[in-house]
């Protein structure tokens, strides 16, 4: 009966297992925001594969692959500025989906980790703040921040689960001993009823006689 009660009582416990797959999301949102970040150098460099690409088709390949370059290049330093704004702008958005995924998923599957850290608000808050900022929202801070909110839930439920085993096993030891002490006192009662019938024995064979 106690054994039952004290795994109905068991605290949940957070694992890395469990925490990898929102962390593996995350970390794809921070590498996308990283790319749109610096679209300026990867837009260009996209536009050579695709028109290269594209070339390759009608041309040798060395002279799509020459072509694409000079396309490429010549959009890289015509329209690097169109190139900057798309990137800010869709890093923004990327990373405006990571919190709010990051936040969703943490309601949905892990609302005990709100409990573990007062600052999770402020701290996701000033995380997507930074998110916001051009080139400085390159930083992968829905991995970082996500990475430390798990650490600190992960120790503290571990540290719970530990003493929640220490309490089980002091009450199974406790349950234990009790049993012993049970079973001796019946033990003992017995002997003292089977001597105390031994002796009533003698006393009536005396009077019969």
Same mark, same amino acid.
């Given at each position: 009966?106690?054994?039952?009660?004290?795994? *109905?009582?068991?605290?949940? @416990?957070?694992?890395?297992?469990?925490?990898?797959?929102?962390?593996?999301?995350?970390?794809?949102? *921070?590498?996308?925001?990283?790319?749109?970040?610096?679209? +300026? =150098?990867?837009?260009?460099?996209?536009?050579?594969?695709? +028109?290269?690409?594209?070339?390759?088709?009608?041309?040798?390949?060395?002279?799509?692959?020459?072509?694409?370059?000079? =396309? $490429?290049?010549?959009?890289?330093?015509? $329209?690097?500025?169109?190139?900057?704004?798309? $990137?800010?702008?869709?890093?923004?958005?990327?990373?405006?989906?990571?919190?709010?995924?990051?936040?969703?998923?943490?309601?949905?599957?892990?609302?005990?980790?709100?409990?573990?850290?007062?600052?999770?608000?402020?701290? =996701?808050? +000033?995380?997507?703040?930074?998110?916001?900022?051009?080139?400085?929202?390159?930083?992968?801070?829905?991995?970082?921040?996500?990475?430390?909110?798990?650490?600190?839930?992960?120790?503290?439920?571990?540290?719970?689960?530990?003493?929640?085993?220490?309490?089980?096993?002091?009450?199974?030891?406790?349950? @234990?001993?009790?049993?012993?002490?049970?079973?001796?006192?019946? @033990?003992?009662?017995?002997?003292?009823?089977?001597?105390?019938? *031994?002796?009533?024995?003698?006393?009536?064979?005396?009077?019969?006689?």
């Amino acid at each position: 009966m106690l054994e039952r009660a004290a795994n *109905d009582n068991e605290p949940p @416990r957070m694992t890395w297992v469990k925490a990898a797959p929102i962390l593996g999301v995350c970390a794809l949102f *921070d590498l996308l925001r990283l790319i749109f970040e610096w679209f +300026v =150098i990867f837009g260009p460099a996209l536009t050579i594969t695709v +028109v290269g690409a594209a070339f390759s088709k009608f041309l040798w390949d060395w002279l799509a692959g020459l072509l694409g370059a000079l =396309i $490429g290049g010549a959009a890289g330093f015509v $329209g690097a500025a169109f190139f900057m704004v798309i $990137g800010v702008f869709m890093a923004m958005a990327v990373g405006f989906a990571g919190w709010l995924f990051f936040g969703m998923a943490l309601l949905i599957s892990n609302r005990r980790i709100f409990k573990t850290d007062r600052w999770l608000i402020i701290k =996701i808050i +000033v995380g997507l703040a930074v998110a916001e900022i051009p080139f400085i929202g390159g930083i992968p801070t829905i991995s970082i921040v996500g990475w430390r909110l798990y650490r600190v839930q992960i120790r503290k439920e571990r540290a719970a689960h530990a003493a929640w085993q220490a309490r089980k096993q002091e009450a199974e030891m406790a349950e @234990r001993a009790e049993t012993q002490a049970f079973v001796a006192a019946r @033990r003992a009662r017995a002997l003292q009823q089977a001597a105390a019938n *031994d002796n009533e024995i003698p006393q009536e064979e005396s009077m019969a006689a």
